[in-house]
């Protein structure tokens, strides 16, 4: 039996479908449990740029006047210490950008240990007599909160973090390049594949590090969305929804970005 795939919506019907669910949004929103609306998360974010600004304007200030300071200075005098680092308070979009470079140094450590490691285990598999998928079965069912719970006692610095990281993802994976690896007859396209079975890691390096840098208690976007969390506030709440879409724009423009280098990756 011929399954029909689900019609999509058509373009025009697109703009007027996202208003009418942000109204019915905005709307359920005065209903318990009180979850804040578009209206309340479009300022947030207004404020949350706002907020960003004024750091960066204090940090221009401040070695402007340092500078300023020097420039001043008689020649006689004794000379003035190097310019000292300005003490910048994190932002939120600092801490987004702090998360984002975790997630791709995470990433880039289980790729590059798992690509080599999954392409010799199909290799010889013959050898060791079972197939890849027999041998990491065991693995998968590690969750990724076992990746953020293990290791919470310990002082929360980056390597520790790229730890979880590594621990959540290197075992999918290792079953994503290995399964890329023994399909790539008919996928016709080795590096494609690869990318293709890296797609669920990179999902999960966002999870792993969210939670870590929730229960490490380190800077970041998990702990800006935990420490919003703790706030009984309305506009605190809203604040934490913000980071939580941040990680999952930023998860799914890395996603398309994989996409797209799987599309580009040369032929055989």
Known sequence: MKITPPARLAPRWCLPAALLALVLWQGLASLPPHLPGPLQLGGQ??????EHKAEQDRERTFYQAELQQRLEQDADADPLPLLPAFERT???FDQLLLSLQRVLAGFAL????????????VRGHRRIGARPGMLLSWLLPLPPVLAALLLSPLPGGTSMLLGCILLGCLAPALYGVARAARGRASAGNLAQALLQGLRLPLALAWLVLLLAEMALQSQGLGHFILTEL?????????????????????????DRLLLGLGQVAPRP
């Open 45 to 50: 974010l207004v404020q949350l740029l706002k």
């Open 230 to 254: 703790g706030q009984d506030d309305q506009d605190a709440r809203a604040r934490a929804l913000l980071g939580l879409g941040g990680a999952l724009l930023a998860a799914l423009l890395l």
């Open 90 to 92: 994190p932002t939120f």
């Open 110 to 121: 289980t790729a590059l240990l798992a690509v080599p490691a999954g392409l010799l285990l």
